[in-house]
């Protein structure tokens, strides 16, 4: 199957600190999206991209759609204890095809 | 509007045992998929069904795994008989159409000893 590949695998930081993390792929996708799982939990959509450069904010999460179509980026801004969780990229190469996910990033930050 | 349901939450069975596992989606959602989640990984897709009807069950192992959805909402997946390596969070998710976006729920973790 697809592999995506994140980095870094895991991140302890700070609070207040930002953080950056990404996600790169062989096959160019067209859709990016960004989840993060709580510990026994299902993961929980965090932001989609569909278009080549695009940025998109949710809150004080950034993600960014790579111009070569295969990676993305999530940046989170001043971190927050309730920030800690894993955090996965999924990508799509067709709309209507399934979505691969990435191996995760997990994100610890100490108070 | 509730979540998407799933039990149980946690199972533990011996290897050549059988069990199942069942998912709820969340109400008028036509595509249901259930993904396997190996410690340390990200989900991989085992089956999509939309409405009643298979989408894609190529990465299933079949000799072992059945999924069925037969009144095109609930689904059970099952594992007969186990090994140990299906020790895994089972997810199943569900989304309004095919591959839009897809919403977990919170799985259900398989001990095979």
């Known amino acids: 199957g697809q592999q995506l590949n994140q980095s870094p695998q895991s991140m302890f930081i700070q609070e207040g600190e930002d953080v950056s993390m990404n996600c790169t792929s062989s096959s160019i996708f067209n859709t990016w999206l960004w989840y993060k799982q709580d510990p026994g939990e299902g993961p929980v959509l965090l932001i989609a991209l569909y278009k080549a450069g695009e940025l998109t904010s949710n809150g004080r999460l950034t993600a960014q759609f790579g111009i070569t179509r295969k990676d993305s980026f999530l940046n989170i801004s001043a971190s927050i204890p309730s920030d800690v969780g894993i955090y996965f990229c999924?990508?799509?190469?067709?709309?209507?095809?399934?979505?691969?996910f990435g191996t995760g990033t997990s994100l610890t930050v100490i108070p | 509007e509730a979540g998407v349901a799933q039990s149980p939450r946690y199972k533990i069975i011996e290897k050549r045992q059988s069990v199942a596992f069942w998912c709820n989606p969340i109400?008028?959602?036509?595509?249901l998929y259930w993904y396997q989640q190996i410690l340390g990984q990200g989900p991989k897709l085992l089956i999509q069904f939309q409405n009643n009807g298979v989408v894609d069950d190529s990465q299933l192992p079949k000799d072992r795994f059945s999924a069925e959805r037969l009144k095109g909402v609930d689904s059970t997946l099952k594992i007969q008989p186990a090994k140990l390596e299906d020790s895994a969070v089972y997810l199943c998710a569900s989304s309004l159409r095919g591959w839009d976006t897809q919403y977990f729920g919170p799985g259900t973790r398989l001990t095979v000893l």
């Open positions: 109400s008028g959602h036509a595509t």
């Open positions: 999924a990508g799509q190469r067709n709309t209507g095809n399934q979505f691969y």
